[in-house]
């Protein structure tokens, strides 16, 4: 074939391969550099996949034109033999005309890519120091830094790597140049390395570990001086090697630059000091720092220099950087920082501007990072630096929709990787995309569309930032509720979206976008139903704002309508009593127990509404409604089914009641004194946990016997501690031990297996399992404890207490109370025990010493590890053991000879030895204090959290939600922790006086 016709044949094969000037093509194969590949196939074809294949051709003549002579042939044999090379060369030189004049220059670079150990294909900043560990001077740390970036473009432009791990690995070999820069200044001015240690944080995109091929390294430095140098020194000299460190990575030399290193993100931007300590920068960010500056601390991360004290710097920032959403105006200032960003776009760039523009990154970054900062307070696994790690921890915590995630997280991934594309070309900082038709069909192509590339990527990139724009808006901006708070001239809310966001954000709402679900949810719509709720939002929204937990207090509003929604006295009982609305509101938003009882049994809203109706009811009435509801069941399961539902409604009357102060004696004025209150929950919790009891008694009973007839004895049932006290706090177990006797002409073994049988059987029906809260039976506190019977005769009692007793025995049934079962036998087990507990001659020397002995042997042992002894509510320092020991103590020692020292209740008896001179008014009233305090926490705990703990939560929602428990205004938790160990500290002084000294 003539020479003309082969060149037509290949000048067409060009073309097909997607080059724009064949003519030029054809003139480099055949130049000598080339010529022995000219006519390879596979060359032609893996240049015809590249970004841009007259660029990939180019660029590889004037690679190999570049080389000696002599060492061409081992490029282009290896070029022609190995497709992995062959790929990663071409794709590099075809998408970066930056990387193929480094390699123009550095032509003996090309031998990084020949092949990738397993180890290689995914380095992190370990391997990257150990290909930087032979530069010894700036120029050196240059080219080694360009030969480590043509491998990560070269994995990333073939595939090997995605776009994350690109980033991370472009972070991570920028954090081992910084290392180098910082060693090679250290080299130089050893006198200013010994004289401080130096930190360097890196920020921003290289501190998130999702850095760009050109961007500036943002960074802070902390330094602190070493032992024997003056912090002023050791401050200039850290100085100096900062300033060292970044200019060798930012001077331009002859082999180019690295990056530029940027300190401006530090305390006071340029116009501050370089380098500060440690505390200077805590001191700036406690006093003066701005609301943007802790939204950058977002990504700070220790990258070179001291690691200790690296370290220390970002555990010291962390506490700031998640209360800065508490901050006031947080969410005003991040959307007044979102929009001065838009605003500085020019507007001729606005339109194509990857990273600033409308549906760009900055858009997911900046939703991100606000939903990080907001809901980042409460919950640690949203404390991620990189931005997709960020977006998938909202996901997986249901701060953001799955399917909207995805989104985000599929159009950032997009949006970056055009942002690498375009910085790759020519290794320039850009964010714009290009608007001329040969770049556009590169960066396309780059990017995988080979079909038509211009319309395909445009189509693309269109469809992405359209989504960004919509979630960001949805995210940042849409899901407010200003205009809930408002009404309208009929009355009614008008639900707006405009500035809600910020209006629940202002209110205190941790999560908005829920929040507004929930008032969709409730309020949209044109029924009848909607319009009332309309109504009632405003009032709604106020009093949950003005909660710990006002998301709770939504949420749990938005469960009971939607079970009570079709009811037609429900809206019209919010709607009519206003009082309804706004104890509703207080009960919903104060924790976790009251809103989960009210939610197992809705209907009992409808004692919200009636004025007497969070009345606590006599023990009588409940004792009467209860057993005739197990009279009329079926079984003994459905009898204790039945006496729960009783006793759930009663927990919900008693503990709504206390939630908003609705506690008004009989025919009297509110109770306003906290320790009356406290009396008359544990009053009406304990009446309904031994109306519970005597439910499933009457149950097992019936179980136990046929046709109805009599059981061979008679039981029992006797309150102990708190029981027996009437000092029940919600979550408490039911001490009591059982008694019984056999009926006139019974068997006696006979009636002990009865009872033996009905208490077992008793204690099954509470134990089965249920949703409402537990009733826990606790014997323990019986003759022999577990290795005793589980209920003795009256007689066995007696015998036992007679032969056996032991002080502590005598100390127990000090609170010793019948709750349940047959009266008389109750009040003779009282008559038989009385003796005992009050001791006609008192408390001997050797008892006392054995209870106070008893009383230390209790502290060192069951405090639980780990608890702070200064604020545990049963155990802890001048907590309810102390004071019940010492009241205890007096009555053991003055019971016989003081009459009113004879009750069962701990203030009352505190009382009582106060009037009879036994202590002084001072020390009663600190030790009354201190019981009351630590009994409303347990109840206050347990409120909230919804189970019983003996401290104070951990969580620092649950903790400010006891504090407004307790009468603290908002932000008074401190404040509460502090006059709790005041309180109790003083109560410790006085048992360790009168107990262990009186």
Known sequence: MPVEGRRDSRFGQLLRRGFTDPRTAEQLLDSPPLRPVATDGPLLDALGATADPDLALRSLARLVE???????????????????????LL???????????????????????????????????????????????????????????????ARDITGTTGFAETAAELADLATATLRAALAMAQREAPADAAACRLAVIGMGKCGGRELNYVSDVDVIFVAEPTEGTEEGPALQAATRLAARMMRICSDTTAEGTIWQVDANLRPEGRNGPLVRTLESHLAYYRRWAKTWEFQALLKARPIAGDPDLGAEYQAAVAPLVWRAAERE?????????????EESIPAAHAERELKLGPGGLRDVEFAVQLLQLVHGRTDAELRHATTLDALAALAAGGYVGRQDAASLDASYRFLRTVEHRLQLHRLRRTHLMPDDEVELRRLGRSLGFLGEPVEELTAAWRRHTAAVR????KLFYRPLLEAVARLGGEGQVRLGQAAARERLEALGYGDPAAALRHLTALASGVSRKAAIQRTLLPVLLDRFADSADPDAGLLNFRKVSDAL??????????????????????????????????LRAPEAVALLGDPAGLRPRERSALTQETLAAVRRADSPEQAVAAARGIRRRELFRTAAADIIDAFPPEGG???????????????????????????????????????????????????????????????????????????????????????????????????????????LIDATLRPEGRNGPLVR?????????????????????????????????????????????????????????????????????RLPRGADPTTHTKLGRGGLSDVEWTVQLLQLRHGAAVPALRTTRTRAALAAARAAGLLSEEDAAVLDEAWVLASRVRNAVLLVRGRPLDSFPSDSRETAAVARYLGYEPGEAGRMLDDYRRTTRRARGVVERLFYEG
Not at 329 to 341: A, E, G, K, L, S
């Open 565 to 598: 929604g079709s009811s037609p006295w429900y809206l019209r009982l919010l709607r009519d009593e206003g009082a309804a609305a706004e104890n509703l509101a207080r009960v919903l938003s104060a924790g976790r127990f009251a809103p989960d009882l009210l």
């Open 91 to 153: 794709g590099v030189l075809g998408a970066s005309e930056g990387l193929g004049d480094r390699l123009a220059r550095h032509p003996d670079e090309w031998q990084a890519l020949v092949a990738f150990e397993t180890a290689d294909l995914h380095p992190g900043t370990a391997e990257f120091e150990t290909a930087l560990a032979p530069a010894t001077d700036p120029d050196t740390l240059r080219v080694r830094y360009y030969r480590a970036l043509l491998t990560i473009a």
């Open 669 to 775: 004025p509110a109770v306003e004194d906290p320790g009356a209150v406290l009396d008359r929950v544990g009053d009406a919790v304990t009446d309904i946990n031994a109306v519970a009891i005597a439910a499933a008694l009457r149950a097992a009973t019936s179980a136990a016997t046929a046709d109805g007839a009599e059981p061979p004895t008679r039981i029992a049932v006797i309150g102990m501690g708190r029981f027996g006290g009437h000092e029940l706090a919600y979550g408490s177990d039911a001490d009591v031990i059982l008694v019984h006797e056999p009926r006139e002409g019974a068997d006696e073994q006979q009636a002990a297996k009865a009872a033996f049988t009905i208490a077992n059987e008793m204690i099954r029906l509470l134990q089965l399992p249920n949703i409402d809260p537990p009733l």
């Open 329 to 341: 105006n947080f969410v005003p200032d991040v959307q007044r920082m979102r929009r001065r960003v």
């Open 793 to 861: 005769s009256l007689a066995s009692y007696a015998a036992y207490y007679r032969r056996w007793s032991l002080v502590w025995e005598s100390q127990a049934l000090l609170r010793a109370e019948p709750v349940a079962g047959d009266a008389d036998l109750g009040a003779r087990f009282v008559e038989l025990v009385d003796p005992l507990r009050y001791p006609a001659d008192g408390l001997g020397d050797e008892p006392v010493r054995e209870i106070r002995r008893l009383k230390a042997r209790m502290e060192s042992e």
């Open 66 to 88: 570049s080389l000696p002579a002599g060492e061409r042939a081992p490029l282009l044999d290896t070029l022609l033999a190995a497709k992995p090379l062959r790929d990663r």
């Open 470 to 473: 919509r979630l960001h808006e």
